[in-house]
C-alpha cells in the first residue's frame, strides 16, 4: 500500500515531520522498498526506531504530520551533522585501528539504568563496534566504522532517548557536573525543609483522639500539607518522573518507573482525599520518601565520584599555558594545547610540564606521583624523557616537546581508563540484566498485591501496594557491581596500575600463575654494555659504532645500551626486527645481523662467557661479541615471594639463552622458566597452560611479547613498554615498582569479593522486604527508608576497597633448585 501524500507537504519535505529538507542531505527511511528523505540525523533516528519497532503503519495511516515543539528548543538539523567535519574531529577523535573512537560528556546520567539505557540503545546502530558509560564522571567512549556509521547520528541517538552529548572537554564537564550538584543539593534541601513542616501538620492528626481537633483544623492541616508538597513533587521529584517517561518513551522499564508511580500515584491519591473529606491523607509519606530517595542518591552520587575522583585529576593534570622559546631566544606564553611537536618550552620550579618530551638542558627533580603513585621526587637530566603534567621541584628545564596536547600520555591514559569501561566482567553483565527485569518482575508482582489487597481491605490497597514499589526498586541490585568496579579502579590507579579493559579486574582475581619475560621486566630494562670482544680484523670502536647503527631502529631496551655509540655519519638502511633474535640491516653495502648467535651467524662460535652475549656478523661472518648487564629489579625477589604466598604459580619465559635465563631465575627465587624462547614458542606455551585450566597472567615489555600478551587471560605491560605492547595489554604498571602487581592482584580480589558481597546483600534484602511490605507491615515512608538505607550499604560496602590496606610483603625465602620448563 502506497503511503498517502501529507496535505500541504512541500515535495522534499521531510517524511517523518514535514520540515524542508537540505540540499544533498543523505539522510533517508525504507519503508514498503521505497526511500523517504528526511532532514536531520535526529528524524532519521527517530523514523529507525519507529519503523524498526514494527510500527511503520504509522507513516501509512497518520492524517497530519506531528506537531513541532518550540524551534527555539531544538537544536537545528547542522547542530549534529558539523560534527562529522574531518577538521572539527582532529581535535577530539581519535584512530583506532580501522574505526575511530572518541570520548564524549553526557548530560542527564542518574544511575546505573541510564547506562545500560544508553548503552543497550547505542549498541543496536549499525557500525558502533564499542560503547562504554563511565558512571561516576558521566562519560561516553565510543568506537565505530566511519564507512558505516556517522558521529552526528551517534549523537542525535542519543539526543532522541533524552540525553545531549558533546565531546568532552574537563573543564566543561567539571562545571556541568557541579551545576548538577548543586540543583540536587537544592531539591534535597526543598524536600528536607518540606518533610519537616509537613510532619509538624500531621503528628496532631495521628495523636489526637477522634473528635479532639475540629473539622476545621483537619481542613487547614492538610492543604498546608498539600502546599508544601506540591513543590516537592514538582520539583524535588521531578528528576524520577523525567527519567521514568523517557524509559517509558523507549520502552526499557528502569528503577525510576516504579518510584515515580509510587510517588505520583500517592500525591494524587492524597490530594484527593483532602477533596473528598477523607483522612486517608499521607502528605507526609509522599515528602518523607521523596526525601529519602534523594538523599541515598545523593549521598551515593557522592561517594561514587570521590572513588573516581583520580580520573578527573588526571583528565586536567596538563597545565593550561606554557612559556615557549622562540628562535630567537625570547619567551613567550601560550596556552600548551597550541604547542606542537619539536618545540621548546621553558619549565620553571613549581610549574607543571605542559607536554611530554626531551630535556635539553638543565636538571631537576620532577613529581611525578600523579602518574606513577610513587611519591617520591625522580631525578632527570639532558637527553631524558619527561612525561607532561609532572610537577618541577628544583631548577629550570628546557624541554623540546615530543608528544603534545591529546598525544600526551596522559591524555592517552585517560583514553584507556574509558576504554576500561568498553567491556563489563562476566557478573556485572548477570546484574545488568537482572536488574532489568527485576523492574517488570517487580510491577507485575506489584499488581498481584493491589488485586489481593483490594479483596481483602480496599482502604488500605493503595498503600500497601506503594509499599511494595518502593521497598522493592532495584537500587541496591544495580549499584552493586558499578560502585565496586570503580572503587577498586580507583584503589588501583592510586597505586600505579592503569586497567585498560574492566574485565581484567575479574581476570587477576580468577589467576592461577604469573609468567614474566625477562628482559625490562624482572631486570631494570637498563642494559650496559660491559665488554666488547672483536673476532678477527675488526676493532672494538668500529664494531661498537656498527651496533649502535643497526640498534638506533629499535626499541628494545638493549638499544639503549649502544645509545653512546651512535653516530650521525653511520647509518644503518632495510633494517629489520626479528623478535627474540636480533636484527639485520645493511650499512654502507655490506649486509649485518646483531643478536643471538644461531641468528647471526651459520658459523658462530662458543660465546666466550657466562651472561648475555649478542653477535655482530658481516656477511655471515663473526665480527665481534658484546657482553650485555641488566640488574635484577630491587623488588623482582619480594614480588615473586609476594605471588607465592598468594597462592599463584610463577614462571619465567624469556628468548634470551637459556644459561642467562637459568642464572636470573635462580637469583630472583623462580623454580620455573624457560630460555630461548620466541615469540611463537611463548603463544604455544602459554596455550598449553590455558589448556590444563590454568588463568594466565603475561607481565612483557616489547615488542616480541606482543603476541603472548594478547593471548594470555589477562596481560599487563611494564611502565616502559613499547606502545604496541601497551595498546595489547589489559593494564598498564605506571609504577617502576613490580610489588605492585602482587598489590593489583590483592584488589581485583578485593573487588570481586566485595561484589559478591553486594549481589548477595541485593538478593536477600528484596527478596526479604517484598514479602514483609506485601503483609502490610511496612508503611510507605518505611519503604522509603529502608530502599535508601539498602542502596548505603552497598556503597559503602564497595568504599570500603579505598581505604583498605595491603598487607607487607613477605620475607623472601631462600631460592628454590632451579629447573628448566
Given at each position: 500500500?502506497?503511503?498517502?501524500e501529507v496535505?500541504?507537504?512541500?515535495?522534499?519535505?521531510?517524511y517523518?515531520c514535514?520540515?524542508r529538507?537540505?540540499e544533498?542531505?543523505?539522510?533517508?527511511?525504507?519503508?514498503?522498498?521505497?526511500?523517504?528523505?528526511?532532514?536531520?540525523?535526529?528524524c532519521e533516528?527517530?523514523?529507525?526506531a519507529?519503523v524498526?519497532g514494527?510500527?511503520?503503519?504509522?507513516y501509512?495511516?497518520r492524517?497530519e504530520l506531528?506537531?513541532?515543539?518550540?524551534e527555539?528548543q531544538?537544536?537545528?538539523?547542522?547542530?549534529?551533522?558539523?560534527?562529522?567535519?574531518?577538521?572539527?574531529?582532529r581535535?577530539?577523535?581519535?584512530?583506532?585501528?580501522?574505526?575511530?573512537?572518541?570520548?564524549?560528556s553526557?548530560?542527564?546520567?542518574?544511575?546505573?539504568?541510564?547506562?545500560?539505557?544508553i548503552?543497550?540503545?547505542l549498541?543496536?546502530?549499525?557500525?558502533?563496534e564499542e560503547?562504554?558509560?563511565?558512571?561516576?564522571?558521566?562519560?561516553l567512549?565510543?568506537?565505530?566504522?566511519?564507512?558505516?556509521?556517522?558521529l552526528s547520528r551517534?549523537?542525535?541517538?542519543?539526543?532522541?532517548i533524552?540525553?545531549?552529548?558533546?565531546?568532552?572537554?574537563?573543564?566543561?564537564?567539571?562545571?556541568?557536573?557541579?551545576?548538577?550538584?548543586?540543583?540536587n543539593?537544592?531539591?534535597?534541601?526543598v524536600?528536607?525543609v518540606?518533610m519537616m513542616?509537613v510532619?509538624?501538620?500531621s503528628?496532631?492528626?495521628?495523636?489526637s483522639?477522634?473528635?479532639e481537633?475540629?473539622?476545621?483544623?483537619?481542613?487547614?492541616?492538610?492543604?498546608?500539607s498539600?502546599?508544601?508538597?506540591t513543590?516537592?513533587?514538582g520539583?524535588?521529584?521531578?528528576?524520577?518522573?523525567?527519567?521514568?517517561?523517557?524509559?517509558?518513551?523507549?520502552?526499557?522499564?528502569?528503577?525510576d518507573?516504579s518510584?515515580?508511580i509510587?510517588?505520583?500515584?500517592?500525591y494524587?491519591?492524597?490530594?484527593?482525599?483532602?477533596?473528598?473529606g477523607?483522612?486517608e491523607?499521607?502528605?507526609?509519606?509522599?515528602?518523607?520518601f521523596?526525601f529519602?530517595l534523594l538523599?541515598?542518591?545523593?549521598?551515593e552520587?557522592?561517594?561514587?565520584?570521590?572513588?573516581?575522583?583520580?580520573?578527573?585529576q588526571?583528565?586536567g593534570v596538563?597545565?593550561?599555558?606554557?612559556?615557549?622559546?622562540?628562535a630567537?631566544?625570547?619567551?613567550?606564553?601560550l596556552?600548551?594545547?597550541?604547542?606542537g611537536?619539536?618545540?621548546?618550552v621553558?619549565?620553571k620550579?613549581g610549574?607543571?610540564?605542559?607536554a611530554?618530551?626531551?630535556?635539553?638542558?638543565?636538571?631537576?627533580?620532577?613529581?611525578?606521583?600523579m602518574?606513577t603513585?610513587e611519591y617520591q621526587?625522580?631525578?632527570?637530566?639532558?637527553?631524558?624523557?619527561?612525561?607532561g603534567?609532572?610537577?618541577?621541584?628544583?631548577?629550570?628545564?628546557?624541554?623540546?616537546?615530543?608528544?603534545?596536547?591529546q598525544?600526551?600520555?596522559?591524555?592517552r591514559i585517560?583514553d584507556l581508563?574509558?576504554?576500561?569501561?568498553?567491556?563489563?566482567?562476566?557478573?556485572?553483565?548477570?546484574?545488568?540484566?537482572?536488574?532489568?527485569?527485576?523492574?517488570?518482575?517487580?510491577?507485575?508482582?506489584?499488581?498481584?498485591?493491589?488485586v489481593?489487597?483490594w479483596?481483602?481491605?480496599?482502604d488500605?490497597?493503595f498503600?500497601?501496594?506503594?509499599?511494595?514499589?518502593?521497598?522493592?526498586?532495584?537500587?541496591?541490585?544495580?549499584?552493586?557491581?558499578?560502585?565496586?568496579?570503580?572503587?577498586g579502579?580507583g584503589?588501583?590507579r592510586?597505586?600505579?596500575?592503569?586497567m585498560?579493559?574492566?574485565?581484567?579486574v575479574?581476570?587477576?582475581?580468577?589467576a592461577?600463575?604469573?609468567?614474566?619475560?625477562?628482559?625490562?621486566?624482572?631486570?631494570?630494562?637498563?642494559m650496559?654494555l660491559?665488554?666488547?670482544?672483536?673476532?678477527?680484523?675488526?676493532?672494538?670502536?668500529?664494531?661498537r659504532?656498527l651496533?649502535?647503527?643497526l640498534?638506533?631502529?629499535?626499541e628494545?631496551?638493549?638499544?639503549?645500551?649502544f645509545?653512546?655509540?651512535?653516530e650521525?655519519?653511520?647509518?644503518?638502511?632495510?633494517?629489520?626486527?626479528h623478535?627474540g633474535q636480533?636484527l639485520?640491516g645493511?650499512i654502507?653495502?655490506?649486509?649485518?645481523?646483531?643478536?643471538?648467535?644461531?641468528?647471526?651467524?651459520?658459523?658462530?662460535?662458543a660465546?666466550p662467557?657466562?651472561?648475555?652475549?649478542?653477535?655482530?656478523?658481516r656477511?655471515g661472518?663473526?665480527?665481534?661479541?658484546f657482553a650485555?648487564h641488566?640488574g635484577?629489579r630491587?623488588?623482582a625477589?619480594?614480588?615473586i615471594a609476594?605471588?607465592?604466598?598468594?597462592g599463584?604459580a610463577v614462571?619465567?619465559?624469556s628468548?634470551?639463552r637459556p644459561?642467562?635465563?637459568?642464572?636470573?631465575?635462580?637469583?630472583?627465587g623462580?623454580?620455573?622458566?624457560r630460555g630461548?624462547a620466541?615469540?611463537?614458542?611463548k603463544l604455544?606455551?602459554?596455550?598449553?597452560?590455558?589448556a590444563?585450566?590454568?588463568t594466565?597472567?603475561?607481565?612483557?615489555?616489547g615488542i616480541n611479547?606482543?603476541?603472548?600478551?594478547?593471548?594470555?587471560?589477562?596481560?599487563?605491560?611494564m611502565?616502559?613498554?613499547t606502545?604496541?605492547a601497551?595498546?595489547?595489554?589489559d593494564?598498564i604498571?605506571?609504577?617502576?615498582r613490580l610489588?605492585?602487581i602482587?598489590?593489583?592482584?590483592?584488589i581485583a580480589?578485593?573487588?570481586?569479593?566485595i561484589?559478591?558481597?553486594?549481589?548477595?546483600?541485593?538478593?536477600?534484602?528484596?527478596?526479604?522486604?517484598l514479602?514483609?511490605?506485601?503483609?502490610?507491615?511496612v508503611?510507605?515512608?518505611?519503604?522509603?527508608?529502608g530502599?535508601s538505607a539498602?542502596s548505603?550499604?552497598?556503597?559503602g560496602n564497595?568504599?570500603?576497597l579505598g581505604r583498605?590496606?595491603l598487607?607487607?610483603?613477605?620475607?623472601?625465602?631462600p631460592a628454590?633448585?632451579v629447573?628448566?620448563?
Amino acid at each position: 500500500m502506497s503511503h498517502p501524500e501529507v496535505e500541504g507537504a512541500p515535495v522534499e519535505a521531510c517524511y517523518h515531520c514535514g520540515s524542508r529538507v537540505p540540499e544533498g542531505a543523505p539522510w533517508r527511511i525504507r519503508i514498503d522498498e521505497q526511500a523517504h528523505p528526511l532532514c536531520c540525523p535526529g528524524c532519521e533516528a527517530v523514523a529507525h526506531a519507529i519503523v524498526e519497532g514494527g510500527l511503520s503503519s504509522y507513516y501509512r495511516f497518520r492524517t497530519e504530520l506531528p506537531e513541532r515543539p518550540d524551534e527555539r528548543q531544538l537544536p537545528p538539523s547542522e547542530t549534529w551533522a558539523v560534527f562529522d567535519d574531518p577538521a572539527l574531529q582532529r581535535d577530539f577523535v581519535h584512530p583506532q585501528g580501522e574505526w575511530l573512537s572518541t570520548t564524549l560528556s553526557v548530560e542527564g546520567i542518574t544511575c546505573a539504568a541510564c547506562a545500560w539505557l544508553i548503552e543497550h540503545r547505542l549498541n543496536a546502530l549499525e557500525g558502533l563496534e564499542e560503547s562504554a558509560v563511565n558512571l561516576s564522571h558521566h562519560r561516553l567512549r565510543v568506537a565505530w566504522d566511519p564507512t558505516r556509521l556517522r558521529l552526528s547520528r551517534i549523537l542525535a541517538e542519543l539526543a532522541a532517548i533524552g540525553y545531549g552529548a558533546q565531546p568532552y572537554e574537563p573543564d566543561e564537564a567539571q562545571r556541568r557536573l557541579h551545576h548538577e550538584e548543586r540543583m540536587n543539593v537544592r531539591r534535597l534541601i526543598v524536600a528536607a525543609v518540606a518533610m519537616m513542616q509537613v510532619m509538624m501538620f500531621s503528628v496532631p492528626l495521628y495523636i489526637s483522639d477522634p473528635g479532639e481537633l475540629s473539622d476545621g483544623f483537619h481542613a487547614l492541616f492538610h492543604w498546608l500539607s498539600f502546599a508544601l508538597a506540591t513543590p516537592v513533587v514538582g520539583f524535588s521529584a521531578l528528576p524520577f518522573f523525567r527519567n521514568a517517561l523517557r524509559d517509558l518513551r523507549t520502552h526499557l522499564l528502569g528503577m525510576d518507573v516504579s518510584v515515580a508511580i509510587a510517588i505520583g500515584g500517592a500525591y494524587l491519591a492524597s490530594a484527593y482525599a483532602m477533596l473528598v473529606g477523607s483522612d486517608e491523607v499521607y502528605f507526609d509519606s509522599v515528602t518523607m520518601f521523596t526525601f529519602f530517595l534523594l538523599f541515598g542518591r545523593y549521598v551515593e552520587t557522592r561517594a561514587r565520584r570521590r572513588s573516581g575522583h583520580s580520573g578527573n585529576q588526571l583528565a586536567g593534570v596538563l597545565p593550561l599555558s606554557a612559556i615557549r622559546l622562540e628562535a630567537d631566544g625570547s619567551e613567550r606564553i601560550l596556552p600548551a594545547s597550541r604547542l606542537g611537536e619539536g618545540e621548546r618550552v621553558l619549565v620553571k620550579p613549581g610549574h607543571g610540564v605542559p607536554a611530554d618530551g626531551i630535556i635539553e638542558q638543565g636538571r631537576s627533580s620532577l613529581d611525578e606521583s600523579m602518574l606513577t603513585g610513587e611519591y617520591q621526587p625522580v631525578t632527570r637530566g639532558v637527553g631524558e624523557a619527561v612525561t607532561g603534567g609532572s610537577q618541577n621541584i628544583e631548577s629550570p628545564l628546557v624541554v623540546r616537546v615530543t608528544h603534545p596536547g591529546q598525544a600526551a600520555r596522559v591524555a592517552r591514559i585517560v583514553d584507556l581508563t574509558d576504554r576500561a569501561f568498553a567491556s563489563r566482567p562476566r557478573i556485572a553483565l548477570l546484574a545488568q540484566r537482572a536488574a532489568h527485569h527485576f523492574v517488570l518482575t517487580t510491577l507485575l508482582i506489584t499488581l498481584g498485591v493491589a488485586v489481593a489487597w483490594w479483596l481483602i481491605d480496599p482502604d488500605r490497597a493503595f498503600w500497601v501496594t506503594l509499599s511494595v514499589l518502593v521497598v522493592t526498586c532495584p537500587c541496591a541490585l544495580a549499584l552493586a557491581t558499578p560502585t565496586a568496579l570503580t572503587a577498586g579502579h580507583g584503589q588501583l590507579r592510586r597505586r600505579g596500575v592503569l586497567m585498560t579493559r574492566a574485565d581484567a579486574v575479574e581476570g587477576l582475581s580468577q589467576a592461577t600463575r604469573v609468567v614474566f619475560d625477562k628482559t625490562g621486566t624482572l631486570t631494570q630494562g637498563a642494559m650496559r654494555l660491559v665488554e666488547t670482544r672483536p673476532l678477527g680484523d675488526a676493532d672494538e670502536t668500529t664494531a661498537r659504532r656498527l651496533a649502535a647503527a643497526l640498534e638506533a631502529h629499535s626499541e628494545h631496551p638493549i638499544a639503549r645500551a649502544f645509545g653512546p655509540y651512535r653516530e650521525a655519519t653511520l647509518q644503518a638502511r632495510q633494517v629489520t626486527s626479528h623478535p627474540g633474535q636480533g636484527l639485520e640491516g645493511t650499512i654502507e653495502g655490506r649486509h649485518y645481523r646483531l643478536g643471538t648467535p644461531d641468528f647471526a651467524s651459520p658459523q658462530a662460535p662458543a660465546a666466550p662467557g657466562e651472561g648475555q652475549w649478542l653477535l655482530l656478523a658481516r656477511d655471515g661472518e663473526p665480527l665481534a661479541w658484546f657482553a650485555l648487564h641488566d640488574g635484577l629489579r630491587e623488588d623482582a625477589v619480594a614480588t615473586i615471594a609476594a605471588l607465592r604466598a598468594q597462592g599463584l604459580a610463577v614462571e619465567l619465559l624469556s628468548g634470551d639463552r637459556p644459561e642467562a635465563v637459568a642464572e636470573l631465575a635462580a637469583r630472583a627465587g623462580i623454580d620455573t622458566w624457560r630460555g630461548g624462547a620466541g615469540p611463537e614458542t611463548k603463544l604455544e606455551h602459554l596455550r598449553e597452560l590455558q589448556a590444563g585450566g590454568e588463568t594466565v597472567v603475561m607481565i612483557g615489555d616489547g615488542i616480541n611479547d606482543v603476541p603472548v600478551l594478547a593471548g594470555a587471560d589477562v596481560s599487563i605491560a611494564m611502565n616502559g613498554a613499547t606502545d604496541l605492547a601497551r595498546t595489547r595489554a589489559d593494564a598498564i604498571l605506571l609504577s617502576p615498582r613490580l610489588l605492585r602487581i602482587a598489590e593489583a592482584i590483592t584488589i581485583a580480589r578485593a573487588t570481586r569479593r566485595i561484589i559478591r558481597q553486594n549481589l548477595i546483600w541485593s538478593v536477600i534484602y528484596n527478596f526479604t522486604a517484598l514479602p514483609i511490605a506485601a503483609l502490610g507491615i511496612v508503611p510507605p515512608w518505611v519503604a522509603a527508608l529502608g530502599m535508601s538505607a539498602s542502596s548505603l550499604v552497598v556503597v559503602g560496602n564497595a568504599l570500603r576497597l579505598g581505604r583498605m590496606r595491603l598487607d607487607a610483603p613477605p620475607t623472601p625465602s631462600p631460592a628454590p633448585r632451579v629447573e628448566p620448563a
